[in-house]
């Protein structure tokens, strides 16, 4: 079994997502593992926001604005830690970002909140949480 050297935490400024970045944090430091807070700007804001005529690099800008207010908010409530934490954002669908963090890297490990979708909106929609469950090449753990 590879050792888990860092652990992805899917950030979107929710109470689910900062449940999620303490428990990760926990078990980072418990692990001797680095943090790597993640956000995924939606590929569905992006087609809004391309039909709206808006180039790709004000795209690229206005995702990494948005990422930089997530990333602050959680900074704000995480505090000082001992645990190594670096942010990083990606575009596109937040399911399938997620999952690609873990294909060239068997040491990562996923944490994310659950989102809460209603039972009706998760079997129609699916969920995010879902997805990197299902679909992740590494372990996986949801905070409820």
Do not use: W
């Not at 993640?38 to 809004?48: D, H, I, R, T």
């Not at 294909?103 to 969920?127: C, I």
Request: hydrophobic content about 40%; proline content about 3%.
């Amino acid at each position: 079994m590879t050792p888990i050297n860092e652990v992805v935490v899917p950030v979107d400024g929710s109470d689910n997502s900062m449940r999620a970045v303490r428990f990760g944090v926990h078990l980072a430091k418990g692990l001797s593992a680095k943090v790597r807070l993640f956000y995924v700007f939606p590929l569905s804001s992006v087609e809004v926001i391309g039909m709206a005529g808006m180039s790709r690099d004000d795209i690229e800008h206005s995702a990494q604005q948005v990422a930089q207010r997530v990333f602050d908010k959680v900074h704000a409530e995480l505090g000082e830690t001992e645990v190594d934490v670096s942010d990083d954002m990606s575009i596109g669908d937040p399911a399938e970002e997620i999952i690609r963090c873990t294909e060239d890297d068997e040491g990562v490990h996923v944490v994310l909140g659950r989102r809460g979708l209603s039972r009706m909106q998760s079997l129609l929609l699916g969920s995010v949480s879902e997805k990197v469950v299902r679909h992740a090449h590494g372990p996986v753990t949801v905070v409820v």
